[in-house]
Nanobody, 126 residues
Framework: QVQLVESGGGLVQPGGSLRLSCAAS????????MNWYRQAPGKQRELVAT???????NYTDSVKGRFTISRDNAKNTVYLQMNSLKPEDTAVYFCNADISAKSRSSGVPFTRSNYWGQGTQVTVSS
């Protein structure tokens, strides 16, 4: 089984910063693209940032210049550094990744699957 566990959410004032982390654990063969999504109350879940296995990144327009996605492949972890936070950034943030798990006994990789974390709340308010 593969799990994604997020951490780092919380309450911050406008203009402040937070750093989210998402660690993948389990019997992992390879991790491909890793993503951060967010969902605000009453709104659809939206893709915030993506980082590929070779480090290429992409951002939704509303966070460009303020958010930075990065990953540590040795730790199977993806990060989202969020600066200059605005009230409209308030949402539950979800980690998402394409991962090939592997057999614990033989090490043979399984087909690539998509996994989600449980989400972490980010609230930007004075």
């Amino acid at each position: 089984q593969v799990q994604l566990v997020e951490s780092g959410g919380g309450l911050v004032q406008p203009g402040g910063s937070l750093r989210l982390s998402c660690a993948a654990s389990g019997s992992i063969f390879s991790i491909y693209a890793m993503n951060w999504y967010r969902q605000a109350p009453g709104k659809q879940r939206e893709l915030v940032a993506t980082i590929t296995s070779d480090g290429s990144t992409n951002y939704t327009d509303s966070v460009k210049g303020r958010f930075t996605i990065s990953r540590d492949n040795a730790k199977n972890t993806v990060y989202l550094q969020m600066n200059s936070l605005k009230p409209e950034d308030t949402a539950v943030y979800f980690c998402n990744a394409d991962i090939s798990a592997k057999s614990r006994s033989s090490g043979v990789p399984f087909t690539r699957s998509n996994y989600w974390g449980q989400g972490t709340q980010v609230t930007v308010s004075s």
